[in-house]
């Protein structure tokens, strides 16, 4: 695993920023290091590594003289890096985005299943624990708009557990939906409504309602702001989906979140057609149908064994996933990637073709 593409390019005027004991940087290379909790912890004192703050330490590591570091002091710095100089990030090797070809670093739809070494990718990437609840270390992480996306674009694979946590408290089991509660809840209520109303509407109103909330709302990614507001809001509405996802339990929407994000849905309905509840009641049922049945084939496409035409979707789909998050925003039907050139193309091998 690789830390190339995930963390920062550092300028030489920020890295003069920090050359105090409450913030204290040295390089080795092109290797940025934020050592700043470690100098109460340093042998010889943290007024050592102060006269060096800011500066290329490769040298006085290796100094006869003064001491010649071991091995373990290199590990210890591993654990510190933040970024590269500008102008020297290393080539990509494996694994990375720009070396696999695709937006996330994979190169097949196989790497979603293999388990992530929690501890690694923790080190490695400096984003989430997966051990630890995820809400605050998003909330609290103070990670730019441009490191979040390139993070939570690159999927893991949990199994620590049925779930990776997300709140850990009394909030979790809201947070995780079994793929039945949707039709168990909404179908009675679509059924109701529909009954209540006039006639349904075109099949491919709900598709295009599909597509759009998938491309303009789930993924407004690099037209959101960048606040940890914003962030942690993206994070929980279809972000953690991309960061892990096979997990099944966080697939679905969760009923009170789809009661939140349905309401201005059910006003909208009712202004645009005030001349007739019936009517108006009818579109929102539609929409809703037309959503429950998004939500199911996209369980469906992640955890199911298909018919000969979903396994296509299937295939397309996690193209989205592995390959290029920017396209394929379609899940029952390709037809508006189409309309609007966000189709994935594939290549002679399957892969992605870049345009």
């Known amino acids: 695993m690789s830390t190339t593409k995930s963390l920062p390019s550092i300028s030489t005027a920020e890295l003069e920023g920090h050359k105090s004991a409450s913030s204290c940087y040295v390089t080795i290379g ?50 510190y890096l933040v970024g590269f100089l500008e102008g020297s990030r290393p080539p990509s090797p494996p694994g990375t985005p720009a070396a696999t070809g695709s937006l996330t670093g994979m190169s097949s739809e196989e790497e979603l299943s293999i388990p992530t070494d929690i501890t690694a990718d923790y080190k490695v990437h400096k984003f989430l624990d997966l051990n630890r609840p995820l809400f605050m270390q998003v909330w609290n992480g103070g990670f730019s708009k441009e490191f979040y996306l390139q993070q939570v674009h690159r999927p893991r694979h949990y199994k620590g557990g049925e779930s ?126 037309g959503y429950v049945c998004y939500d199911l084939t996209h369980y469906f496409l992640h955890h199911k064994s298909l018919p000969s035409y979903y396994r296509e979707l299937k295939k397309y789909h996690l193209q989205h996933h592995f390959a290029d998050y920017q396209k394929g925003f379609g899940v029952t039907s390709k037809i508006w990637d189409k309309v609007f050139g966000t189709e994935l193309i594939y290549g002679p091998s399957g892969s992605v073709k870049s345009e």
Do not use: Q
Request: glycine share 6%.
């Open 30 to 79: 092109s290797k940025v290091y934020d050592i700043t909790p470690f100098l109460g912890d340093h042998p010889g004192g943290e007024d050592l590594i102060l006269d060096y703050a800011g500066k290329d330490v490769a040298k006085i590591l290796v100094d006869e003289i003064s001491h010649t570091h071991s091995e373990s002091a290199y590990e210890i710095l591993d654990d």
């Open 164 to 289: 990776a946590p997300l709140f850990g408290n009394f909030l979790e089991p809201l947070s995780k939906t079994p793929w039945y509660v949707v039709p168990t809840i909404w179908l009675p209520c679509i059924a109701y409504g529909t009954y209540e109303a006039s006639k349904g509407l075109p099949n491919n109103w709900t598709v295009a309602v599909e597509y759009m909330l998938h491309r303009c709302l789930f993924h407004i990614d690099e037209k959101m702001p960048d606040n940890r507001v914003a962030i942690t809001m993206h994070f929980l509405l279809h972000g953690i989906h991309h960061y892990l996802p096979m997990d099944k339990l966080r697939l679905v929407m969760p009923p009170t979140l789809f009661l939140a994000l349905a309401t201005p849905f059910w006003h909208l309905a009712h202004t645009l057609f005030a001349f007739n509840w019936y009517v108006g009641t009818n579109v929102f049922c539609g929409g809703i149908f």
